[in-house]
């Protein structure tokens, strides 16, 4: 067990503990909106959930990382002559769902009034609904940040370890993140938008992860992403005096 001590391995395993809450961030911020959704009681339950099972799936996908990489450009189906492995499939369903979801999360907030005339009433979020979205969703996010794992530590102790540590940091701060964003519309709405660009972005990488990698797509996203939020954090900071922000319609729980 002396090599898990080494240089090396203490290095590696700090690395990975910051990739893992970096490649995590929209991970937090879909669970955030989800949560948000559920009854106050449920929250805290909600979010204990998530960590527990994200640290089980993530535990599980490391020890079944070679048989995972083993199947990176097998066919498992195939339409129109365009061959699809595992890998593949889960990110163009990822994506898929994670567009919707977030597409109908953005009309519920901006047009709940409409629909309440139109006498459509949104039921508040069931927990077991809410886990189960947390934990499919949280199995495609899981790949990257299981690759990852693979190709920054040697030994799988340092995987699990740096996976269980970024999450349950992930858990300490979701809090604070998830109330940070509910009190802020603005944030709410480009949240939003950014998990409509991460969807899309899977879809990509489903389609053809090789092209994706070429075009280096994601850090284009991931900048999008960090200019505009840096950009409302100056919006915010003018505006903070002169007028209260709008109000986003929630469910009635």
Same mark, same amino acid.
């Given at each position: 067990?002396?090599?898990?001590?080494?240089?090396?391995?203490?290095?590696?395993?700090?690395?990975? #503990?910051?990739?893992?809450?970096?490649?995590?961030?929209?991970?937090?911020?879909?669970?955030?909106?989800?949560?948000?959704?559920?009854?106050? !009681?449920?929250?805290? !339950?909600?979010?204990?959930?998530?960590?527990?099972?994200?640290?089980?799936?993530?535990?599980?996908?490391?020890?079944?990382?070679?048989? +995972? +990489?083993?199947?990176?450009?097998?066919?498992?189906?195939?339409?129109?002559?365009?061959?699809?492995?595992?890998?593949?499939?889960?990110?163009?369903?990822?994506?898929?769902?994670?567009?919707?979801?977030?597409?109908?999360?953005?009309?519920?907030?901006?047009?709940?009034?409409?629909?309440?005339?139109?006498?459509?009433?949104?039921?508040?979020?069931?927990?077991?609904?809410? #886990?189960?979205?947390?934990?499919?969703?949280?199995?495609?996010?899981?790949?990257?940040?299981?690759?990852?794992?693979?190709?920054?530590?040697?030994?799988?102790?340092?995987?699990?370890?740096?996976?269980?540590?970024?999450?349950?940091?992930?858990?300490?701060?979701?809090?604070?993140?998830?109330?940070?964003?509910?009190?802020?519309?603005?944030?709410?709405?480009?949240?939003?938008?950014?998990?409509?660009?991460?969807?899309?972005?899977?879809?990509?990488?489903?389609?053809?992860?090789?092209?994706?990698?070429?075009?280096?797509?994601?850090?284009?996203?991931?900048?999008?992403?960090?200019?505009?939020?840096?950009?409302?954090?100056?919006?915010?900071?003018?505006?903070?005096?002169?007028?209260?922000?709008?109000?986003?319609?929630?469910?009635?729980?």
């Amino acid at each position: 067990m002396s090599y898990l001590f080494t240089m090396d391995s203490l290095v590696s395993f700090l690395v990975l #503990v910051v990739l893992e809450i970096v490649l995590g961030i929209d991970n937090v911020i879909f669970v955030s909106i989800i949560l948000n959704r559920l009854p106050n !009681k449920d929250q805290k !339950k909600g979010r204990f959930t998530w960590m527990v099972t994200g640290m089980v799936m993530r535990s599980i996908l490391l020890f079944g990382l070679t048989w +995972l +990489l083993a199947q990176k450009g097998k066919s498992v189906i195939t339409v129109f002559e365009k061959s699809f492995d595992l890998s593949s499939l889960v990110m163009l369903a990822g994506g898929l769902f994670l567009i919707y979801k977030t597409v109908k999360e953005i009309h519920e907030k901006l047009e709940g009034d409409a629909d309440i005339e139109a006498g459509i009433v949104s039921k508040p979020l069931s927990f077991s609904n809410a #886990v189960f979205q947390i934990i499919l969703i949280d199995m495609v996010f899981s790949f990257d940040s299981i690759i990852t794992a693979g190709g920054t530590a040697k030994h799988i102790e340092i995987m699990i370890a740096a996976v269980v540590i970024a999450m349950i940091i992930m858990f300490l701060f979701s809090p604070a993140i998830s109330s940070f964003i509910h009190k802020h519309p603005t944030l709410k709405m480009l949240a939003l938008s950014f998990l409509v660009m991460i969807g899309f972005v899977l879809l990509v990488e489903g389609w053809n992860s090789e092209q994706l990698h070429d075009m280096q797509l994601k850090n284009y996203v991931y900048f999008a992403m960090a200019f505009s939020f840096a950009v409302e954090l100056m919006n915010m900071k003018e505006r903070k005096k002169k007028r209260k922000p709008v109000e986003l319609h929630e469910p009635k729980l």
